[in-house]
């Protein structure tokens, strides 16, 4: 069974975009499975800064930004967020006990959910212990996960830890002919079909 490992971190919109993606190759190439690893954008210690404002901006006609131009491609629209970034170190850990329960895509499905379309602070424990109760996961052995911090190690922060295991965006979908990274469907389904196709062919 192929396995696609995918980095990515739950408050980064381009890994919003990711998470339709990866369920349009997973219609399309049924046999096909994905290795989700948390890499945090925003560890202690890094904020985000927004770039300034365009002075000129008036004075132009709209330019549509890559993302944008990705969401058209996509047909999606990224829900408005209202609230400030949240940090996703606890929510990262708590989809590595998910991932040893098999339940990484329901608890997936629920954080994404939780802080995109529904706007809350996933730094929140009750947000995450109602994320872990929508995925059917055990509450009380998912809050004892968080409180002794058990996969801690296993996430990965940016910047330098990052770029030193070859991950500079997210998401990153490492194929093993090349990894790439916030990239279009069409690209991510012609790779797919590559690597599925390679990996469910007989050695001869």
């Given at each position: 069974?192929?396995?696609?490992?995918?980095?990515?971190?739950?408050?980064c919109?381009?890994?919003?975009?990711?998470?339709?993606?990866?369920?349009?190759l997973?219609?399309?190439?049924?046999?096909?499975e994905?290795?989700?690893?948390?890499?945090?954008?925003l560890?202690?210690?890094?904020?985000?800064t927004?770039?300034?404002?365009?002075?000129d901006?008036?004075?132009?006609?709209?330019?549509p930004?890559?993302?944008?131009?990705l969401?058209?491609a996509?047909g999606?629209?990224?829900?408005?967020?209202?609230k400030?970034?949240?940090n996703?170190?606890?929510?990262?850990?708590?989809?590595?006990?998910?991932?040893?329960q098999g339940?990484?895509e329901?608890y997936?499905d629920a954080?994404?959910?939780?802080y995109?379309?529904?706007?809350?602070?996933?730094a929140?424990r009750?947000?995450?212990?109602?994320?872990a109760?929508r995925?059917?996961?055990?509450?009380?052995?998912?809050?004892?996960c968080?409180d002794e911090?058990?996969?801690?190690d296993?996430?990965?922060?940016?910047?330098?830890?990052?770029?030193?295991?070859?991950?500079?965006?997210?998401?990153?979908?490492?194929?093993?002919e090349?990894?790439v990274?916030?990239q279009p469907?069409r690209v991510?389904?012609?790779m797919?079909?590559?690597?599925?196709?390679e990996?469910?062919?007989?050695?001869?």
């Amino acid at each position: 069974m192929p396995v696609l490992s995918v980095a990515h971190d739950v408050v980064c919109p381009w890994c919003w975009v990711g998470r339709h993606q990866a369920k349009r190759l997973k219609q399309e190439f049924p046999t096909l499975e994905f290795n989700w690893l948390g890499f945090e954008l925003l560890p202690e210690g890094l904020t985000y800064t927004p770039p300034p404002p365009d002075p000129d901006a008036d004075k132009k006609p709209p330019v549509p930004t890559r993302l944008e131009l990705l969401l058209a491609a996509e047909g999606l629209t990224l829900p408005q967020k209202r609230k400030p970034i949240s940090n996703s170190r606890l929510a990262l850990e708590g989809a590595e006990f998910a991932k040893e329960q098999g339940r990484i895509e329901p608890y997936l499905d629920a954080l994404y959910h939780a802080y995109w379309e529904e706007d809350e602070d996933i730094a929140d424990r009750d947000v995450l212990r109602e994320i872990a109760r929508r995925a059917d996961l055990d509450v009380h052995a998912f809050d004892r996960c968080l409180d002794e911090r058990r996969y801690r190690d296993r996430i990965v922060e940016f910047d330098e830890p990052a770029h030193r295991a070859g991950v500079w965006n997210v998401p990153t979908w490492m194929f093993p002919e090349k990894w790439v990274a916030e990239q279009p469907y069409r690209v991510l389904r012609e790779m797919a079909a590559r690597f599925v196709a390679e990996a469910t062919t007989p050695a001869r």
